[in-house]
């Protein structure tokens, strides 16, 4: 059975950090590209953070220099190291892991950002 469980969400003041948490079970992680997404309510989900099997990271431009993914892949686990949080971070966030043809997300883990 494929089980990507988030974790690490929750509130957070403007400027503070988290550190979200995928931990993946039943995948050859190692092979697959891995990613967070977030969807903030009436919007559409967005990419956030990219990482591949091969080593590449791609972030989207409004968390470049704020926001880094990592991997373990002796742990099969995906991390998202969030710093200087904004109120517009403030969203549901996703693990992905895709390897063509399998596509899994994970349930999701809310991050709230205010005073």
């Known amino acids: 059975q494929v089980r990507l469980v988030e974790s690490g969400g929750g509130l957070v003041q403007p400027g503070g950090s988290l550190t979200l948490s995928c931990a993946t079970s039943g995948i050859a992680f190692v092979i697959f590209d891995m990613s967070w997404y977030r969807q903030a309510p009436g919007q559409e989900r967005e990419l956030v953070a990219q990482?591949?099997?091969?080593?590449?990271?791609n972030y989207k431009d409004s968390v470049k220099g704020r926001f880094t993914i990592t991997r373990d892949n002796a742990k099969d686990t995906l991390y998202l190291q969030m710093n200087d949080l904004k109120s517009e971070d403030s969203a549901v966030y996703y693990c992905?892991?895709?390897?063509?043809?399998?596509?899994?997300w994970g349930q999701g883990t809310q991050v709230t950002v205010s005073s």
């Open positions: 990482s591949t099997s091969n080593g590449f990271t």
């Open positions: 992905n892991g895709v390897y063509d043809p399998y596509n899994y």
